[in-house]
């Protein structure tokens, strides 16, 4: 079992930056695939960015890649989305999610554990 809680969320302005951070639960975080999706009000959940158990792999959506990055400390159960050049598009709750094993995915129905989610609001 895996408990994810996200923080980080808030209101910013176009063009800012904000940090997401999710922190897991459990002794075995390294060996889960991590993944972050958004759902908007209205719209369907979607895949925003993995990263493998290592860090070594990361897969982006076309929407967020050269603006969004993904990492993780697994010292310190810890996975970041760092998304910069954040645009109105971008508002969404953003959530964190755990895969076993280390195949780097994004479909919403592969990952075995969701975080709460935290909103993000980008002002025009």
């Known amino acids: 079992q895996v408990q994810l809680v996200e923080s980080g969320g808030g209101l910013v302005q176009a063009g800012g930056s904000l940090r997401l951070s999710c922190a897991a639960s459990?002794?075995?975080?390294?060996?889960?695939?991590m993944g972050w999706f958004r759902q908007a009000p209205g719209k369907e959940r979607e895949f925003v960015a993995a990263?493998?158990?290592?860090?070594?792999?990361?897969y982006y959506a076309d929407s967020v890649k050269g603006r969004f990055t993904i990492s993780r400390d697994n010292a310190k159960n810890t996975v970041y989305l760092q998304m910069n050049s954040l645009e109105p598009e971008d508002t969404a709750v953003y959530y964190c999610?755990?895969?076993?094993?280390?195949?780097?995915?994004?479909?919403?129905?592969?990952?075995?554990?969701w975080g709460q989610g935290t909103q993000v609001t980008v002002s025009s």
């Open positions: 999610a755990a895969k076993r094993g280390t195949r780097v995915v994004a479909g919403v129905d592969e990952y075995d554990y």
């Open positions: 459990g002794r075995t975080f390294s060996r889960y695939a």
């Open positions: 990263i493998s158990w290592s860090g070594g792999s990361t």
